[in-house]
């Protein structure tokens, strides 16, 4: 098949995977391509960049669905990118972090190997707004104010959010049983 490695030049063993940041709502693999430069160069190693579809055209679980497919097909088709697949390592930042969680998770409910590593750089893992020291602290964070939080949730996961609730909230609003 076709092989994404330079003549010469053996393919890697390693591969990472990237889900890119943005609230489910904004930026895109170009928006991050200036470190993912860097880190392909400093880990010698090909990085695939997924774009995912952004809320609120694509809500969840759509960007979850697209991540975890392309995560089997780089399983799948290493080769064509350079790599052996000996080590694959998902890696995003905020909803990159959580589609990185998502994706592994999914993969071992479906029996799919699972990455050798994960790499979450802020992750947004409670969707839900409820109170957290997270997001006391987003109260006065001046890139990220708690406003702009809600809207990307909501944007993102709000049908899921109101329909079902949050899986995380019901374990903790659930009373306690005596043995």
């Known amino acids: 098949g076709t092989s994404g ?15 890119h940041g943005g609230g489910f709502i904004a930026q895109s693999s170009a928006s991050h391509e200036i470190y993912l430069r860097e880190w392909a160069k400093a880990l010698d190693a090909p990085i695939l960049s997924v774009d995912y579809g952004l809320s609120p055209e694509h809500p969840f679980p759509v960007a979850v669905y697209q991540c975890y497919y392309a995560y089997c097909w780089a399983r799948q088709n290493a080769r064509q990118l350079g790599s052996t697949a000996k080590s694959i390592v998902l890696a995003g930042d905020s909803a990159g972090g959580n ?10 409910s479906e029996g799919i190997a699972a990455p050798a ?12 707004l409820v109170p957290s020291p997270s997001r006391i602290l987003s109260l ?15 944007a993102y996961a709000e049908t899921f959010l109101r329909t079902l609730g949050d899986p995380l909230r019901r374990v903790l609003d659930q009373p306690d049983e005596d043995p």
Do not use: K, Q, T
């Not at 964070?141 to 909501?154: M, Q, T, V, Y």
């Open 99 to 108: 589609l990185c969680a998502a994706v592994a998770l999914r993969a071992a």
């Open 140 to 154: 006065m964070d001046p890139l990220l104010p708690l406003g702009n939080l809600e809207i990307c949730c909501n």
């Open 5 to 19: 490695v330079p003549p010469g030049r053996e393919p890697s063993p390693f591969l990472l995977v990237h889900f």
């Open 117 to 128: 590593g994960i790499c979450m750089l802020y992750p947004a893992l409670l969707l839900s």
